[in-house]
């Protein structure tokens, strides 16, 4: 498939700059793909296409504060974007994107505030694994959140950039579908027969770093970590029907259902083509052109018809990326 196909038009004005308040007052464009409809809502709605014996799955992943400013010895300023811990195998370092990338060595030291930081070693493609005694704590005091370079970075948006649900710290990027979650959604869902499943994905560049190849299938993914506990995975094995609030779900469960493995490294990239095992109903936010994330969801939706969403979402003036509104595609995946 060529990465143009991909491609579609959108104002600049459809780019949301803050969430829907309350959250669960955006708009919920629901895409049958088994019949071909396209129907609008709002996400108020959403327990209304749920019913007894549903799994809906959700990310408790946490963003953390990953963006960092720093300076070289010299002087020269220096933006880190923390990524993953790369575990105690690897010195407790931490993978992170940097910019700019050029003239870092390893070894060379950085100073963010009172603390310092060490870059261990080049990983490639302007990413470092850096090392310091307390990245978590070092983030916290004096790192900013990672709002994606179209959101104005204001108090309000970095305040609003979280999930009600977030509870597992480690993201680089949050889980956009689930913004729209409230609680009165999440217990109305449930009263409607559907059980919660909460899983992990910590998200950083295998999502959100765009596609540069002319040919889809020769982009990599690079790795996130998830956790499929054994609850969630009760839960899923025994449901009739599998919703995944967000693609980071979808991306988990995918993973998990092809290796067997409930906790580990994913280097899934679904595309058209791609059998899906798990997910029934995918909810979504509307993603970059030339995205991972989009042509995931072509793959569950079928190429024509999301694009004609996609079409459509433009023409009635939808919301669009992380703080827009929201989609969900029935009966797509393994029943197209």
């Known amino acids: 498939m060529l990465t143009a196909e991909l491609d579609y038009a959108l104002p600049e004005a459809l780019i949301a700059q803050s969430p829907a308040e309350p959250r669960d007052a955006s708009r919920l464009m629901v895409v049958d793909a088994a019949c071909g409809t396209i129907e609008h809502h709002t996400f108020h709605e959403l327990p209304l296409f749920l019913r007894p014996g549903d799994a809906l799955v959700l990310n408790e992943t946490k963003v953390l504060p990953a963006r960092l400013k720093a300076r070289k010895p010299t002087g020269g300023e220096v933006e880190l974007l923390f990524l993953r811990d790369l575990g105690p195998d690897r010195g407790n370092a931490w993978e992170a994107l940097a910019r700019p990338a050029k003239r870092l060595k390893p070894g060379r030291r950085l100073l963010a505030g009172d603390a310092k930081l060490d870059l261990v070693e080049n990983l490639g493609e302007g990413r470092w694994s850096v090392s310091a005694p307390d990245v978590p704590g070092l983030l916290e005091k004096h790192g900013k959140m990672p709002l994606p370079p179209y959101i104005e970075a204001t108090p309000e948006a970095e305040a609003r950039y979280q999930t ?173």
């Open 164 to 336: 009600l649900y977030a509870r597992e710290p480690g993201s680089a990027a949050a889980p956009t579908a689930g913004f729209h979650f409230t609680e009165d959604v999440l217990d109305r869902a449930q009263r409607a027969g559907a059980g919660v499943a909460r899983v992990t994905l910590h998200v950083g560049t295998g999502t959100f770093l765009p596609v540069r190849t002319e040919r889809l299938e020769e982009h990599h993914m690079h790795a996130e970590r998830y956790n499929v506990p054994a609850e969630a995975a009760r839960v899923v094995a025994g449901a009739e029907r599998v919703v995944a609030a967000g693609t980071t779900v979808a991306r988990t469960l995918e993973t998990w259902a092809g290796t067997d493995e409930g906790s580990g490294e994913s280097r899934l990239f679904v595309y058209p083509g791609y059998r899906w095992r798990v997910v029934d109903a995918l909810l979504t936010n509307f993603h970059l052109p030339r995205s991972t994330l989009l042509a995931m969801v072509m793959s569950f939706g079928g190429r024509d018809l999301v694009r004609e969403a996609y079409r459509v979402a433009v023409e009635e003036r939808y919301r669009f990326y992380s703080f827009g509104d929201a989609m969900l595609i029935l009966n797509g995946g393994r029943t197209l």
